[in-house]
């Protein structure tokens, strides 16, 4: 994966090559007990290959130099604080290069795991995370929809490109067994607590078109 911008003189013409630099790193942001090989292994508690708090920017990283970061039931841990959650998204989109990939995994919003940590502060869920992408902002505003823009006011760019979701062992049995029907199982998703369990999202980081 590359990061890249070439040198234009001034009628756009590419003089040079810019000397390309290969984003290398892989991030696993609050790794806790879980160590990644491959990743450099972040926390802000334990034995981790970096002690850092996330919710202090900047972070050490350079930009464009991370290619893959891994946030593995951690941001529902962070910015209990808007402007420090911003501060965060800010410094995922800083730190990755384009087309870099964030795979992230939350306890579901609507489940007893979700309420049953103090340290979890805020809810990830794909509402949340479709608001920073820009894409999904211009769409809202030329809809006339009041939703916060916060990909155009920060200047980042995710886009989701795979959301999954893992259901309750209960709920996926009466799914399996046909005791439900796919509509009843998204009305449930929808309106009950305790039928999905976590919720996983890979995010695109997008920089240039
Ligand atoms: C639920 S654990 C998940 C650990 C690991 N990712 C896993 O999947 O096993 C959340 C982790 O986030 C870390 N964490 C919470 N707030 C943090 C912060 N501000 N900076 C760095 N790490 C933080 C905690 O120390 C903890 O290890």
Sequence with gaps: MRCLKDYKNNKGKILA??????????????????????YINVDKF??????????????????????????????EHLGSSTDIFLNIMKELYRVCCNQAIINIKVPHHKNDAFFGDPT????????????????????SRDKGWANTTLALFLDVDFEI?????????????????KEISFDELNFAI????????????????????
Excluded: C, M, Q
């Design 17 to 38: 090559k810019k000397k390309k630099k290969k984003a290398k790193l892989k991030l696993n942001l609050g790794s806790g007990s879980t160590r990644l090989d491959g």
């Design 46 to 75: 334990g034995n981790p290959d970096l002690v850092l708090d996330l919710e202090k920017t900047p972070w050490p990283w350079k930009k464009n130099s991370v290619k893959e970061i891994v946030l593995n039931h951690v941001l």
């Design 120 to 139: 979890h502060v805020r809810a990830i869920t794909p509402a949340v995370l479709e608001l920073f992408s820009k894409k999904n902002n211009i769409e």
């Design 161 to 177: 490109i795979d959301y999954k979701i893992n259901l309750l062992p209960t709920w996926a049995a009466k799914y399996e067994s």
């Design 190 to 209: 929808t309106h009950y607590y305790n039928v999905v369990s976590e919720i996983s999202f890979k995010l695109k980081v997008i920089k240039e078109k």
